[in-house]
């Protein structure tokens, strides 16, 4: 069932299903992690070439258990993450499919911010279904780390934007990041 020797036990059904469940929601969780990260993650350009461009983090990636019977967490429930997984690459294939050598970068930032915030946020809730069913501990966070207010907040704003209520706008703040592109005087 997984190559990882001593997690998966032959004849120890609810067991393997409780384990698989655990790693399930691991992986889960540090993809929201990386999908936070990634819809903060302002681009900086190249002052010589405005089409070059550079994100500081890389492209968050879901690295769920391989090699493992998806069924053992329930037909529903196993097929929802695998569909989930088709999701991140679907969204994966679709940002590779834009032009980006247009002027506005055929709205790759925008959607690339909007593909990863609804990524995270159902990810979120089968992180949420899996911890329900398999009676697990939410991962925990720390009291200043608000990642489902903060995907709530960015999701609002993109549905008063999809509206056109109201303009998509970057985060407020300012990055604590070496520049990766020198300065043109």
Not at 50 to 75: I, Y
């Amino acid at each position: 069932m997984s190559k990882i020797p001593g997690l998966f036990r032959p004849r120890d059904k609810k067991s393997n299903a409780r384990n698989l469940a655990m790693l399930t929601v691991l992986a889960l969780d540090d993809y929201v992690g990386a999908c936070y990260a990634a819809v903060h993650d302002k681009p900086e350009f190249n002052p010589a070439d405005q089409v070059e461009f550079a994100f500081h983090l890389p492209e968050p990636v879901l690295n769920l258990p391989k090699d493992v019977e998806w069924r053992s967490l329930g037909d529903d429930l196993g097929e929802e993450i695998l569909w989930f997984s088709n999701r991140v690459r679907n969204h994966e294939n679709a940002l590779e499919s834009l032009d980006l050598a247009r002027k506005d970068h055929d709205s790759f930032f925008e959607r690339r911010v909007e593909g990863y915030a609804r990524l995270a946020a159902r990810a979120m809730d089968l992180i949420a279904r899996v911890c329900n069913e398999f009676d697990l501990t939410l991962p925990d966070k720390p009291d200043y780390y608000h990642q489902a207010e903060g995907l709530a907040k960015i999701l609002h704003a993109l549905e008063r934007t999809n509206a056109g209520t109201a303009p998509l706008t970057a985060t407020v703040g300012t990055a604590n990041v070496t520049p990766l592109f020198p300065k043109i005087l």
